[in-house]
Structures are given as structure tokens and as C-alpha cells.
């Protein structure tokens, strides 16, 4: 597995759990635990930035590498 | 690098009172990104609501705001933007506030061409008030007052703004996110009244009497109904029932009302 491209930041206090973000992830990266979304497989992250675009609530910020 | 959202937002303001999944926080943040490509500056820009869901929006943005009364957020900021022509307007509503309740001063503020931006967030449905119709709610759909099924034709706000007279009408959708801040942008740049519709959901008094299972399912329908206009140029009309246009829709260059006031002061003051 390559590199990730991003570092993936789930800011909690925010976040929904309406997993728009973990549905939609071109490569799975993201899933969700419980209510809130969790970084399941950093690795694969593409910097593609559909999560943090989607994301109503402000909950994700995606980190360029 | 992340998009940093926080210096357009009043602090501690966040986290907001929308539902979880609720499309109106991925308008906002297109919103705040086509601001910030403008380079609109804080002081000089008014962002204008009535009341509702969408029109909570303004309250979360550390810019001047006015929330106003029930639907007539374009009839106060008709008013901000001809006692100070050189800010930028920005109304927000839903598509009961724009549409039913405030569809007169909608019209009329399209037919004047002012030079403002109306951004309608239409999730088909009052949500705030209790989830009852509103004149985008889908013919059949179900709403708290149409338990039984909505028979009223729907408006289709793109339209009815171009036949009202808007300069520039555009459509997106809450899940075609990378687009909303470009259509804003446009609409913001564009001079006269540019109608930014965009097709939103809304799980709580919408989706969950509508068969929708999740808010996921609502974002899969946006993604399968919407097509854009160069797209649909190529498509068969049975092709495209049941589909939405994305993108531009509208634009031309006409009179714009301030400039026409401006006018009229002017010839008031030779007479």
C-alpha cells in the first residue's frame, strides 16, 4: 500500500455521525464507529477532498501531505 | 490544506443546529467558499434571511446579517441594497420562505433585476415549522399536512425565476458539493439578481415520511437526478424525465434597478 496522501482530522465535538462522508469515500477510507466517523484506513486516502466538501456539520479536515 | 472555514464563521457558533446529514451545512460552506474567492470583504457585505432552516444560516456567518421577518428577506434586502448600492447582498432562504410565503417579493425582486444573490435551499419541505408542504414538495410526497399524499404541481424555482426575470439563474445540488461555491461565485460576479438554487435534503420532516432510509439514500437521489446542461443537450426527452438540469441555466446582461433608481434621482434632481 502507498503512502497516504492526506491526514484526515475528525474534529468529534462536531460531528453528526450522518456518514455521508464514510458512505461516499471513493476508497473506503472512513467508517463510522458508533455516532461519530473514524479514520479506518488512512492509508488509502487519496486527498480527493469529497469527505470534507460533503461534510454539513464542519466535522472533517483534510490535511494535505 | 484544509479549507479554514473558521474565519468566516462567529466564533463559537459552531456546532450548528441543523439535523445530522442536513444538505443547508454543505451549501453554507460553499457559500463561505465562493465569498471568499470573490474576496468579498466582511463590512462590505450583508447576508439577508427570513425564517426557517436555511434562514439560520446567517446567524452562524461573522458578516453583516439581517434576519428578518417570514419570506420577506428579499424585500429587506431590496432595502439594504438601494440605501447602500455598494454592498454585496446575499439573501439565503428555503424554498418555503422564498417561494410561498415570500414568492411575491421573490418574483418581484427577479423582475426588478436588482443586483443581489438569492441562494434558495430547497429541501421540498417547511422543516423547521413541523414539516409541513411546501410548493416544491413533490406531487404525491408525504408531509405533515399532506398525510395522505400531496396533490398539488410543483414549482420549479429555476424556472419560475427566469419567467419572473432574474439575470442569472443556476442549480446544484447538496451532493455535488465541488460545484455549489463556483455557481455562487458566478452569481455573486454576475450584475443583477442571480437565483442560485440548490436541491438540498432534508432527513427529519421530509425523508423519513418519504421512504427514504437513510440521509444517504437522500444524497443518492440527488446524484441520480441531476444532470448537467451540456449533458442533457445530448439527451432524448425520455431520457431526461424525471431529471433536474445542474449548472447555468440563465444569463444575460439587463438594466439593473439601482442603476435605474440612480436614473430617475438624477432627472428628479433637474426637474
Known amino acids: 500500500m502507498s503512502s497516504p496522501k492526506a491526514k484526515i482530522e475528525v474534529i468529534e465535538r462536531y460531528c453528526k455521525g450522518c456518514a455521508i462522508c464514510a458512505e461516499f469515500c471513493p476508497t473506503n477510507v472512513l467508517e463510522m464507529d458508533a455516532f461519530v466517523v473514524k479514520v479506518a484506513r488512512p492509508e488509502a486516502c487519496t486527498a480527493c477532498m469529497q469527505c470534507e466538501l460533503r461534510c454539513p456539520d464542519f466535522a472533517i479536515e483534510v490535511h494535505k501531505l | 490544506m484544509a479549507y479554514d472555514y473558521a474565519k468566516h464563521i462567529r466564533p463559537g457558533k459552531l456546532p450548528h443546529i441543523w439535523c445530522p446529514g442536513c444538505g443547508h451545512g454543505i451549501a453554507m460552506k460553499g457559500m463561505i467558499r465562493a465569498i471568499d474567492a470573490c474576496g468579498l470583504e466582511k463590512n462590505n457585505t450583508a447576508i439577508v434571511s427570513g425564517i426557517g432552516c436555511a434562514s439560520r444560516l446567517p446567524g452562524y456567518m461573522d458578516y453583516c446579517t439581517l434576519h428578518t421577518a417570514h419570506g420577506r428577506a428579499a424585500a429587506f434586502a431590496t432595502g439594504v441594497k438601494m440605501a447602500r448600492p455598494e454592498m454585496n447582498v446575499i439573501v439565503v432562504g428555503g424554498d418555503g420562505d422564498g417561494t410561498a410565503i415570500g414568492g411575491n417579493h421573490f418574483i418581484h425582486a427577479c423582475r426588478r433585476n436588482i443586483d443581489m444573490t438569492y441562494i434558495i435551499l430547497n429541501n421540498s419541505i417547511y422543516g423547521m415549522t413541523g414539516g409541513q408542504f411546501s410548493p416544491c414538495t413533490p406531487t404525491g410526497a408525504k408531509a405533515s ?67 427514504f432510509r437513510s440521509v444517504v439514500d437522500m444524497m443518492k437521489r440527488l446524484k441520480e437526478i441531476a444532470v448537467p446542461v451540456a449533458a442533457a443537450a445530448k439527451m432524448t426527452a425520455e431520457q431526461l424525465e424525471g431529471k433536474v438540469l445542474t449548472g447555468i441555466l440563465h444569463q444575460e446582461n439587463k438594466p439593473e434597478y439601482c442603476e435605474q433608481y440612480a436614473q430617475v434621482i438624477a432627472r428628479a434632481k433637474c426637474a
Do not use: M, W
Request: include cysteine; hydrophobic fraction near 40%; proline fraction near 4%.
Open chain 2, 145 to 211: 399536512t399532506t398525510v395522505y399524499g400531496n396533490p398539488d404541481p410543483t414549482f420549479d424555482i429555476s424556472k419560475l425565476a427566469i419567467g419572473a426575470g432574474a439575470s442569472f439563474v443556476a442549480r446544484g445540488t447538496a451532493f455535488h458539493a465541488a460545484q455549489i461555491d463556483k455557481l455562487i461565485a458566478e452569481g455573486i460576479k454576475h450584475k443583477g439578481l442571480a437565483v442560485i438554487e440548490i436541491l438540498d435534503d432534508c432527513p427529519t420532516t421530509y425523508g423519513r415520511r418519504n421512504k
